[in-house]
């Protein structure tokens, strides 16, 4: 059954469109810093496979369910030391908003499609080269069976979406907002009037918290300060860490200390 639902990913996701993107996905057993990484625009879907783990240290995730969590740098989520939790997780970005007021509870079970498939990508998510390549058509299956669980409101201007769209296509190195309009041949005022109106941001602080994201996805991976500061734009490490501090009130390499 693994080996027909990798095959199949290749067949389903050519013809696949929808509003949201993958940052990055993978399968882990006892994550000891799995909920100390804060995300300001990144949503995340969680299978729980086994283990005792708790939500905002009250609400319990039971095994066998998964739970779609909107954008929140508020979300934390703790595990019993004595039973430690083993989980799929797929975080991911949106060009429209999730209308999720706290977060959805879903017996995997009950979905059809949705128990083999997250069993296929249980053993898949575990490789790291089969995890790069393959864990983005597992996520796009994975939305489209969860359709109706994922209700998301449409910005009212298209001007916001095709900017949303535009920032998470990148390079997110050269983002600038008079490029964004540029770009999808707007005026650059009238950008910011539609952006500022449908999310509550200016594209220029969308696009800062979405290189805080972009960059504390990257330090949970591993990924070295030259490394990052060079994705997202920043001529040296000193320059990169000056902005994540002003934004996150952490340096970014004490991150991995926590």
């Given at each position: 059954m693994h080996d027909v639902y990798k095959n199949r990913l290749f067949n389903y996701c050519i013809f696949m469109e929808n509003p949201f993107t993958m940052q990055m996905c993978g399968r882990i057993y006892n994550p000891e810093v799995w909920a100390r990484y804060q995300f300001y625009l990144t949503n995340r879907i969680h299978y729980i496979i086994s283990g005792t783990v708790y939500y905002q240290k009250k609400r319990r995730l039971n095994p066998g369910y998964l739970y779609i969590f909107p954008a929140d740098p508020g979300f934390n989520v703790t595990q019993d030391p004595s039973d430690p939790v083993d989980h799929i997780?797929?975080?991911?970005?949106?060009?429209?908003k999730l209308f999720i007021k706290d977060f959805?509870?879903?017996?995997?079970s009950s979905v059809p499609g949705i128990k083999p498939l997250l069993d296929s990508a249980g053993i898949t998510l575990t490789d790291r080269e089969e995890?790069?390549?393959?864990?983005p058509m597992?996520?796009?299956?994975?939305v489209s069976l969860l359709h109706d669980y994922m209700p998301f409101h449409q910005y009212h201007s298209p001007v916001t979406q095709a900017a949303i769209r535009c920032i998470h296509a990148g390079p997110v190195s050269e983002l600038s907002v008079k490029g964004i309009a540029r770009n999808i041949n707007v005026n650059e005022d009238h950008l910011i009037r539609c952006f500022r109106q449908d999310t509550g941001f200016t594209p220029h602080r969308y696009i800062s918290l979405?290189?805080?994201d972009i960059a504390t996805s990257m330090i949970s991976r591993g990924a070295g300060m030259k490394e990052i500061a060079?994705?997202?734009?920043?001529?040296?490490i000193s320059a990169f860490s000056t902005f994540y501090k002003n934004e996150r009130h952490i340096t970014p390499?004490?991150?991995k200390l926590l």
């Open positions: 997780y797929f975080d991911f970005l949106s060009y429209e959805v509870e879903i017996d995997a995890r790069f390549h393959l864990g597992y996520f796009e299956l994975l979405y290189k805080v060079d994705a997202i734009g920043f001529s040296s390499s004490s991150i």
